[in-house]
């Protein structure tokens, strides 16, 4: 929990923070702007580094967002295609690529707001932030969310307009007529995206790894 705490905030120990979310009074809340509340999900997940997990997530149902939050992904008849092109495509290659915290960390014009039981916060974080100050009458601590996290309506939307800023920055366009579908300008690369997964079809690995280059800058 602290971990999560902090690498959401400006970090812990050695830990280095994502700026996310900023710990602050109730009185500072803009007039008018609603608070939602915190979401904790905790899991073991033996395959990672840090087994023992814990994720900060915001109650998105309480707010609202005015702004289109609509994203093109692919389908499945479109990735049965692209397999089947590389397949008999002479020279081809197709990978997959996973990218991480794909939510997390995109720049928000307008913050959030929600609010955490300080009794749930580990003693190890209130003392890094100084959180006993910040504690309401009610037993809460206030966060405001800066960039976008799990949760928030908007934030799946704004990290995929981040995303496609890169993407064409670096010569990649979309197909005319396939939603989630992309092509280089020069490189014999092709590939389809859904939300934070990639299906590429390359011929040569330089191609794969301009792509995967791309992916890994575009914050």
């Known amino acids: 929990m602290a971990n999560e705490l902090g690498r ?3 970090g812990i120990r050695d830990m280095k923070g994502s700026n996310c979310t900023k710990f602050m009074q109730q009185n500072q809340v803009p007039k008018g702007r609603k608070v939602t509340h915190a979401r904790l999900a905790v899991d073991c997940r033996p395959g990672k580094s840090d087994p023992n997990r814990t994720r900060l997530t915001v109650g998105g149902n309480l707010l609202s967002f005015e702004g289109d939050l609509h994203t093109e992904t692919t389908d499945s008849m479109s990735i049965k295609m692209s397999l089947n092109s590389a397949l008999s495509t002479k020279g081809a290659k197709f990978m997959t690529v996973d990218t991480k915290n794909f939510c997390l960390g995109t720049p928000m014009d307008v913050h959030e707001h929600m609010k955490i039981k300080y009794d749930l916060m580990p003693q190890e974080m209130k003392n890094k932030c100084d959180s006993q100050e910040k504690v309401t009458n009610d037993g809460h601590v206030y966060v405001e ?3 976008g996290m799990y ?7 704004l990290a995929n307009d981040q995303l496609e800023k890169s993407l064409k920055q670096d ?5 005319k007529f396939t939603p989630g579908s992309w092509k280089h300008k020069t490189r014999p690369m092709m590939f389809n995206s859904c939300v934070d997964d990639f299906g590429a079809q390359h011929a040569g690995r330089e191609h794969a790894e301009h792509l995967i280059a791309t992916l890994q800058n575009h914050r």
């Open 145 to 147: 969310i800066k960039k």
């Open 151 to 157: 949760g928030l309506k908007q934030a799946g939307a």
């Open 8 to 10: 959401s905030a400006q």
């Open 171 to 175: 010569g990649h366009v979309k197909t």
